[in-house]
């Protein structure tokens, strides 16, 4: 591997140093049409948690999808159509880190971006342990600050080959990547007053075998999703 470094031996899991400059597209996008609108008094409710958040967001050209699980407060805002979806994307392939991922999965052809999300926070009063993917998925989770974070702002939370929870504290101009059997959670942390906002992605392998697997833990995360085979989530037959 050339880019990937490994979080720890025996771990599913990698960090990877980027240019700064890579995030100024989806900073602008999040500061221009999400920021103030997710900071409004009304929209208070969506961070509050125990309660399914299911709504679509319009601005422009650009649309978003926001759901939260019911359980921790946290939302996921995704790209809603192609247009979002390829500024999202756009990070991916800037970050030139596929000829590494390949060593990783089992593909055809290239590596497949499913989605992309602005994961975003006001506090987490709970830990949520959980591994993103099946064993057997083939797919990565990447995931990076938006903007530095605040102090008490939570880090990541994981689990060793040993079972025993160590803490990897997230970083400007670092993304930490991670596959199945990576066990982890958002550190918990008091309510404050500044977003706490992350981008992530999940990706990896295009071959339509794997989607039955890969469907368990993303197929609920978004309504807009590119899946392995390169088609759009409903508007797709080779799962048929």
Known sequence: MKRLQQLEPGLNAYTVSFDPSLLDTLRTMFDDFLKERLNREGYDYLFAGMEQINIQMKLEGL??????????????????????Y????????????????????????????YCGFFVVGKKMDRETWHKDFCDGANGYTLITPLYELEKSHGNLMYKDGLSSVKIHEYKMNEAVVFGDGFEHATQPYAETDKLRVMLSFTFGTDKFEYWDTLKETISAQSNF???PCGHEKGRCRCYE
Do not use: C
């Open 63 to 84: 649309q978003f999808h926001i759901t939260s699980y019911g359980t921790a407060p946290l939302l996921w805002v995704s790209n809603n159509n192609a247009h979002t």
């Open 225 to 227: 999703m590119i899946l």
């Open 86 to 113: 390829n500024i999202f994307r756009s990070f991916m392939s800037d970050l030139d880190i596929m000829d590494d991922i390949k060593e990783l999965v089992d593909f055809e052809d290239h590596i497949e971006v």
